[in-house]
């Protein structure tokens, strides 16, 4: 059965988190404009840089700092290229933290689409309200399967 576009383009944002190097937690973000990807991006360090399954994770105050998360590359990629992102929607794997969730506002997102509610903020949810970006969850069958995030 032909899945219908947000199906889609998950599955495609569930196939880019296979590319993360930070394996507490395997994160891919699609971003899509008039059913055409603009751009995407998963939880990796930045160029250059030793990668978390090389070199550990590097932790401060509970979270890996090592890592830009795949939001926030998406959204890299997008200024690197020219690619205008204003009234796309977001395609991403797990709930966005609420830094990325004010870089997703800045980059004029219009939609945020995920599966997983990893840690849902409650600010984020409010500035998502507040800057009128339509917020949806659907819980998609394909999720693949991912080891276990290390301890820090």
């Not at 509970?62 to 690197?80: F, K, P, Y």
């Not at 004029?108 to 949810?125: F, H, K, Q």
């Amino acid at each position: 059965m032909r899945p219908d576009w947000d199906s889609y383009f998950m599955k495609i944002a569930y196939a880019v988190s296979e590319r993360s190097t930070c394996d507490r937690a395997f994160v891919g973000c699609v971003l899509v404009l008039e059913k055409r990807i603009l751009t995407s991006g998963f939880n990796g360090s930045p160029a250059g840089q030793e990668h978390c399954d090389e070199a550990g994770h590097l932790m401060v105050e509970g979270h890996c700092v090592r890592t830009i998360h795949a939001e926030t590359n998406a959204i890299i990629q997008a200024a690197l290229h020219g690619v205008s992102t204003k009234g796309a929607t977001c395609y991403v794997t797990h709930f966005p933290c609420i830094h990325c969730t004010k870089a997703l506002i800045n980059a004029g997102i219009a939609r945020v689409v995920y599966s997983v509610a990893y840690r849902p903020d409650e600010n984020a949810l409010n500035f998502f309200k507040t800057a009128h970006i339509e917020i949806s969850q659907k819980d998609y069958p394909f999720q693949p399967e991912q080891p276990a995030p290390s301890a820090p």
